[in-house]
């Protein structure tokens, strides 16, 4: 039965990882080509419509391979992880069949008019058709935040005598006090990757030095919301979401600052790796006192590290948990020197001509896709060895019926077919960037 | 309150059929009825921009199952394991190749998508019939409301069922038929020239598909399931649905006869939602019959959520379902009439 559970969870892992890769850049590219048309709207500038199709090229793509990785994922609640499914679907239910009817609809019936409307709909019906998109996108990530926040920190529900949990209080649901954070820095983050991506895209034209009068435009509303973004995915959403995890999630917070002793006046872990055997952190470059200012905003004020929890509530993967914080909070702040140069650069008009910095932007995309994922991870990891939070055990979650083999069989499945779609998927984008903006169509 | 529930999730599944189900058929037919490029595009273009929100009502449906019976979508999901996760490749498969086909210029590209989307979408078809079949038919539930079955075991329904054996497979067929003449008469209705003169050609020939698969499901059910027949015999009412289904095969029938493409559409729609509504009704209060212990079996009353997790989901869901409405509306407005040509690169 353990290999089963492991099969489980390897395969949601896999699949939930891989599909948010699409729905990162939606959300952001959809908010960014809002910008556009809006620009296009303010300053009648033929280049940001244009731009704006040529994005939309690349959305559609993108948000297909979206759609199509998504599905599983409803799915898989049911087929890998009945148990859970019949414990929390009470709750959860409410907010997952909430995203299908308030934003699935909603986003897949815009998209429609938004790709094959331009001239039906006019200009302003235009620009709306994106803000509907946008909506969409957005709301959907509401409500599986909604979902993983209960997941992450429980309320609103009361017991059935089955032991099967209900919701007992819809707003308190739709408002844990835990979604605020994690929702803007999750959208935050999903708006750096659609910067960083416009960014890249734009700096390989200017460095190539074809569709330049395009580059100038992706590279400046580029780094305009990278600038913004970097800086508020750290302060406050991401300060924010932290101190949510240092309130309701003690040794959670303890495991991810690879903090083992509670003390006064407790250091900022820079970089060091946790030693499982002997409780403690080797190689260690940290900031003294910092840990204990930034949660308690003072400097002596007493953190509660790992050992002061009994070791049974301790996340699973301590070391996978702490490097995928950091790698997160490091690219974070590389995030936020990148497009500050950028902008500084921008500012004082040499960015277009300085090579350099174009190389840096051009090859920085990757890394707001991975810090994203080492953010969930963090999310996720640090959850362990709960499903649901302090009420169910992921153990105790998947599917009493499906065996070690079958789940083997749609694992490899999945990973082949996820292969193929990447490949796909690498092949037109890029096919669609070397068409370049120019010819990415007209009104139609 | 669980009973309203139940005729709710009825019919989101039976929007699902009903909506992506003309598109699904268009997928069938898609390598007979369009031979060349340019009508394989009027095909793809007839669909393209309402595809994704139909195929929505399958996930809406999904998710509203889940909140309202956990057990039942927890047990049916986990029990249907294989065939599920297959329904999913082959939803993938299909929604790719709808969006990649029209993104290079190439024959042979072209071609490896319209076989592709065909393939993907009559299968899909057939499994979503043998689904169907399944939760007819009954499955080996035990006492705690789960089950498993194999894919197939000796394609007999007794001693031992599977999810495919002969009785699901009568059901995989009067799906591929009844979706076969719905995606015809919707494309017929679409399109013109050769085109719609094909898939006329095929609503007919589908038409006698629909009616000797029917016949053989409706006899082998009662036959097997002599109690499904018990709902009927007690409210008289329900007899208006097979009265429907009747009104609507033979109103397919006849508007194909006359060539009135559009009245064979909502004929053919009149069809399914009689025969799905009818389904539904002879399955009250089941969700999920057992074959072995009729005590095992799923219903209303034992796996409904709490009365106030029923009461606002019904508060939103009325909401939703307005705005819905609205879009669905005003897409299928905005893209009304006969589909154009596509110029240059625009649309499929």
């Known amino acids: 039965m353990e290999d089963a559970l492991l099969i489980d969870r390897v395969q949601f892992a896999f699949t939930i990882m891989y599909h948010y890769l699409f729905p990162q850049l939606t959300m952001g590219l959809g908010l960014l080509i809002v910008v556009l048309k809006g620009l296009f709207l303010w300053k009648k500038d033929e280049r940001y419509n244009q731009s704006a199709r040529f994005w939309a090229k690349i959305f559609a793509i993108n948000f297909a391979v979206g759609v199509v990785t998504g599905i599983p994922m409803e799915f898989q609640f049911g087929t890998n992880w009945a148990r859970f499914s019949t414990f929390a679907g009470g709750v959860i239910g409410q907010t997952l069949a909430m995203e299908g009817v308030f934003a699935f609809f909603l986003e897949s019936s815009f998209l429609g008019l938004f790709l094959f409307g331009e001239k039906k709909l006019g200009r302003s019906g235009h620009f709306l058709a994106a803000v509907m998109v946008f909506l969409g996108s957005w709301l959907s990530g509401y409500f599986i935040i909604a979902t993983n926040a209960w997941m992450q920190h429980p309320l609103a529900y009361a017991a059935a005598t089955d032991g099967s949990l209900h919701v007992s209080d819809y707003w308190g649901l739709l408002l844990n006090p835990w979604i605020g954070w994690q929702y803007t820095h999750n959208m935050i983050g999903a708006v750096v990757t659609a910067a960083f991506v416009m960014t890249s895209v734009g700096a390989f034209y200017l460095l190539s030095n074809r569709n330049v009068e395009y580059g100038k435009v992706f590279v400046r509303v580029g780094v305009g919301a990278g600038l913004i973004g970097s800086l508020l995915v750290a302060f406050p959403t991401g300060d924010g979401q932290v101190k949510n995890v240092a309130t309701y999630q003690p040794v959670t917070f303890a495991g991810m600052e690879g903090l083992f002793e509670s003390k006064e006046g407790a250091e900022l872990m820079l970089i060091g790796q946790p030693d499982m055997e002997k409780l403690r952190m080797d190689n260690p470059l940290y900031v003294p006192q910092l840990l204990s200012f930034l949660t308690h905003y003072r400097w002596t004020a007493e953190v509660k590290g790992l050992q002061a929890f009994p070791k049974e509530q301790w996340p699973t993967n301590i070391p996978l948990l702490y490097y995928s914080y950091h790698i997160m909070v490091g690219l974070g702040t590389i995030f936020m020197a990148i497009m500050a140069l950028a902008a500084f650069l921008l500012w004082k008009k040499k960015l277009y001509q300085a090579r350099w910095a174009l190389w840096i932007l051009l090859l920085a995309f990757p890394f707001p896709y991975i810090a994203n994922t080492a953010g969930w991870m963090t999310a996720e990891l640090g959850r362990q060895p709960w499903l649901v939070y302090g009420l169910m055990r992921t153990l105790h979650g998947a599917s009493p019926t499906v065996s070690a083999g079958n789940g083997l069989f749609t694992l490899l499945g999945f990973l082949g077919m996820y292969f193929v779609i990447g490949v796909l998927f690498l092949f037109l984008v890029v096919k669609r960037i070397n068409q370049g903006p120019e010819n990415a169509g007209s009104a139609h | ?348």
């Open chain 2, 1 to 348: 309150m669980e009973t309203l529930w139940f005729v709710l999730v009825s019919f989101m599944l039976t929007m699902y059929v009903v909506l992506d189900g003309f598109d699904l058929g268009a997928g069938i037919i898609h390598l007979y009825a369009a031979k060349t490029d340019v009508e394989r595009r009027l095909i793809l273009n007839a669909i393209g921009p309402v595809w994704d929100g139909n195929e929505v009502w399958i996930l809406a449906a999904g998710g509203t199952l889940y909140f309202a019976f956990p057990l039942v979508y927890a047990s049916s999901f986990s029990g249907f394991y294989l065939p599920l996760i297959m329904i999913l490749w082959l939803l993938m498969s299909r929604g790719l190749s709808i969006e990649f086909r029209h993104q290079v210029d190439n024959p042979l590209w072209r071609n490896f998508w319209d076989v592709m989307f065909s393939l993907s979408s009559g299968l899909l078809v057939i499994f979503l019939g043998a689904a169907l079949g399944n939760v007819i038919r009954g499955v080996p539930l035990s006492k705690d409301g789960y089950f498993f079955e194999p894919l197939w075991t000796t394609f007999t329904v007794v001693p031992e069922s599977g999810i495919l054996d002969w009785y699901t497979v009568i059901f995989g067929l009067v799906a591929l038929f009844t979706l076969t003449v719905h995606g015809s008469s919707y494309v017929a209705m679409k399109t013109e020239g050769d085109v719609q003169t094909r898939s006329r050609f095929a609503a007919g020939k589908a038409w006698w598909g629909v009616m000797a698969t029917t016949i053989a499901g409706i006899t082998t059910t009662f036959a097997l399931r002599p109690e499904l027949l018990n709902n009927f015999t007690k409210h008289y009412w329900g007899l208006l649905f097979p009265l429907a289904a009747l009104l609507g095969l033979s109103g397919v029938w006849y508007h194909f006869r006359k060539g009135q493409d559009t009245r064979m559409f909502l004929s053919s729609t009149l069809f399914i939602l009689a025969m799905l509504g009818g389904t539904a009704f002879a399955l009250y209060p089941n969700l999920l019959t057992s074959s072995t212990d009729p005590s095992a079996s799923l219903t209303i009353h034992n796996t409904a959520a709490q009365p106030y997790g029923l009461g606002v989901g019904l508060s939103w869901w009325i909401v939703g379902m307005v705005l819905v409405s609205g879009y669905f509306i005003y897409v299928y407005r905005s893209f009304r009439g006969k589909v154009a040509l596509p110029t240059e690169d625009a649309g499929y």
